[in-house]
């Protein structure tokens, strides 16, 4: 799955004709790397790219995954991933509502805890007093929404699967149908939200929280929305941080791959013809020097990292050494 840190976290200083200057998240820039120009790059680009633009966001992106996927194999001996450490049901069947907004309707879930959890909204009850042939149930999440269209039988419940992972703390469950509204909790929680539906008298979740998309005043009504939410430890939040420190190992390996097509390139002019034997040369260099140092100088910090992650999402076993995790 691409990582929206990875997106323009290093970016070219020149662009080409019509182009937009994008400021690099990591305050990188291609052409920091010696003997990296825009018009070397416009010169030895073997031709199965759209243009040198193209060429050089590939190459990018390439080398984020593959210092990423670095990343994520060290962390993974520590973090126990995608297991799940709560679950439950947000909201309950009642009579009792709070009043909506017209255009949107629901529940709000909140993860409430560590930089590593995240919350799955599995599925998703839907009650109403008749048929609905199109309802359409949608998740916001940040900038990304999805949408499901389900038909709805009168008097029964209707359970819809979404399997879908959250990729930020605060996410909206909601329907566009003026008739339906949140379901209030039960007596353990606020009057629209359940914190513990199922768990003893006294439960609480400790890492999920959520209120009703709502206004103020309430009357009694027969439609509304209950989502099953399951939240898990995903090392997908601490990748984005620790990025950032490894940002030169990501402008290396980038060079690498720019110079790995120099080497193989087709295309003959003075500039390819001349410069094969430095381009050669200079990747055994980084490849051997500047990348494997780029990748251990943040080291120190990983370690120190990983020790102050979330205690319910690490791997507690004989021999784990934090002191010496790198990639």
């Given at each position: 799955?691409?990582?929206?840190?990875?997106?323009?976290?290093?970016t070219?200083?020149?662009?080409?004709?019509?182009?937009?200057?994008?400021?690099?998240?990591?305050?990188?820039?291609v052409?920091?790397l010696?003997?990296i120009?825009?018009?070397?790059?416009?010169?030895?680009?073997p031709?199965k790219?759209?243009?040198a633009?193209?060429?050089i966001?590939?190459?990018?992106e390439?080398?984020?995954k593959?210092?990423?996927?670095?990343?994520?194999a060290?962390?993974s001996?520590?973090v126990?991933?995608?297991?799940p450490?709560?679950?439950?049901f947000?909201g309950?069947?009642?009579?009792d509502y709070?009043a909506?907004v017209?255009?949107k309707?629901?529940?709000?879930?909140?993860?409430d805890?560590?930089?590593?959890?995240?919350?799955i909204i599995s599925?998703?009850?839907i009650w109403?007093?008749?048929?609905?042939?199109?309802?359409?149930?949608?998740?916001k999440?940040?900038?990304?929404?999805?949408?499901w269209?389900?038909?709805?039988?009168?008097g029964e419940?209707?359970?819809?699967?979404?399997?879908?992972?959250a990729?930020?703390?605060?996410?909206?469950?909601?329907?566009?149908?003026?008739?339906?509204?949140p379901?209030t909790?039960?007596?353990?929680?606020?009057?629209?939200?359940?914190?513990?539906?199922?768990?003893?008298?006294?439960?609480?979740?400790?890492?999920i929280?959520?209120?009703g998309?709502?206004?103020?005043?309430e009357?009694a009504?027969l439609?509304?929305?209950?989502?099953?939410?399951?939240?898990i430890?995903?090392?997908?939040?601490?990748?984005?941080?620790?990025?950032?420190?490894?940002r030169?190992?990501?402008?290396?390996?980038f060079g690498?791959?720019?110079l790995?097509?120099?080497?193989a390139?087709?295309?003959?002019?003075?500039?390819?013809i001349?410069?094969?034997?430095?381009?050669?040369?200079?990747?055994e260099?980084?490849?051997t020097?500047?990348?494997?140092?780029?990748m251990?100088?943040p080291?120190?910090?990983?370690?120190?990292?990983i020790?102050?992650?979330?205690?319910g999402c690490?791997?507690c076993?004989?021999?784990?050494?934090?002191?010496?995790?790198?990639?």
């Amino acid at each position: 799955m691409e990582l929206a840190c990875m997106a323009g976290f290093i970016t070219p200083r020149t662009v080409c004709a019509g182009g937009t200057y994008v400021k690099p998240k990591s305050g990188l820039h291609v052409e920091e790397l010696p003997g990296i120009s825009w018009a070397a790059l416009a010169a030895v680009e073997p031709g199965k790219y759209l243009n040198a633009q193209t060429f050089i966001d590939e190459k990018l992106e390439t080398a984020g995954k593959m210092i990423v996927d670095r990343i994520r194999a060290t962390l993974s001996q520590y973090v126990e991933e995608a297991g799940p450490k709560e679950a439950g049901f947000i909201g309950t069947w009642s009579e009792d509502y709070l009043a909506g907004v017209a255009t949107k309707v629901g529940v709000r879930v909140r993860t409430d805890g560590g930089a590593m959890l995240r919350s799955i909204i599995s599925r998703v009850w839907i009650w109403s007093e008749d048929d609905i042939a199109d309802l359409v149930v949608k998740v916001k999440d940040g900038p990304n929404e999805c949408e499901w269209t389900v038909s709805v039988v009168g008097g029964e419940e209707t359970e819809v699967w979404l399997n879908y992972q959250a990729k930020t703390v605060k996410v909206d469950v909601y329907v566009e149908d003026v008739r339906f509204k949140p379901r209030t909790g039960d007596a353990q929680g606020t009057a629209y939200f359940s914190n513990c539906t199922g768990c003893s008298s006294h439960g609480r979740y400790r890492g999920i929280a959520g209120g009703g998309l709502s206004g103020e005043t309430e009357s009694a009504t027969l439609r509304g929305i209950k989502p099953e939410v399951v939240l898990i430890c995903s090392i997908d939040p601490v990748v984005c941080i620790l990025l950032k420190h490894f940002r030169f190992a990501v402008l290396w390996q980038f060079g690498c791959l720019v110079l790995q097509e120099w080497i193989a390139s087709p295309r003959t002019n003075y500039f390819t013809i001349h410069s094969k034997e430095w381009a050669a040369a200079t990747l055994e260099m980084w490849m051997t020097i500047e990348l494997p140092r780029a990748m251990k100088d943040p080291t120190k910090y990983l370690a120190h990292f990983i020790s102050q992650l979330d205690p319910g999402c690490l791997i507690c076993g004989e021999g784990a050494n934090y002191s010496h995790a790198h990639p």
